[in-house]
C-alpha cells in the first residue's frame, strides 16, 4: 500500500553536486520523519540526514555544511542536496519515512525503505 521510490543518484567528479528526490506513494494519511541514509555493502546502514514532520533536521558530521534536506510535505517528498562531494560519499543511498496509512477502513504504520540509488563520486 506504500512505497517509496528514489531517484538522482548518479556518477560525479570530486566536488560536485547531485540532488536526491524520494517519492512516497499510497494510500497515506501522515508521514513523520523522513531520513537518507547510505551503505556500502559489507558496512552498516550509516544515518546521512533526517528531517522530522516538524521540520527539526539531523546531519551525520561527515556531510554537515556540505548536504542539505529538505521535505516536501504535499508531495510526500523528501530530497537531499549534496554539495562539494567528495569519493567517500560513494554508496548506495536509501530514504526511509514513518508513514501511517489507510487499508480497508484501518489505519496502519510502519516504516518503509527505498529501493537505494547508487552515488559514485570519483576523484
Known amino acids: 500500500q506504500v512505497q517509496l521510490v528514489e531517484s538522482g543518484g548518479g556518477l560525479v567528479q570530486s566536488g560536485g553536486s547531485l540532488r536526491l528526490s524520494c517519492a512516497a506513494s499510497g494510500s497515506i494519511l501522515r508521514i513523520n520523519a523522513m531520513d537518507w541514509y547510505r551503505q556500502v555493502p559489507g558496512k552498516q546502514r550509516e544515518l546521512v540526514a533526517g528531517i522530522t514532520s516538524g521540520g527539526r533536521l539531523n546531519y551525520a558530521d561527515s556531510v554537515k555544511g556540505r548536504f542539505t534536506i529538505s521535505r516536501d510535505s504535499a508531495k510526500n517528498t523528501v530530497y537531499l542536496q549534496m554539495n562539494s562531494l567528495k569519493p567517500e560519499d560513494t554508496d548506495v543511498y536509501y530514504c526511509?519515512?514513518?508513514?501511517?496509512?489507510?487499508?480497508?477502513?484501518?489505519?496502519?504504520?510502519?516504516?518503509?525503505w527505498g529501493q537505494g540509488t547508487q552515488v559514485t563520486v570519483s576523484s
Open positions: 526511509n519515512a514513518e508513514i501511517q496509512y489507510y487499508s480497508d477502513s484501518f489505519t496502519y504504520s510502519g516504516d518503509y
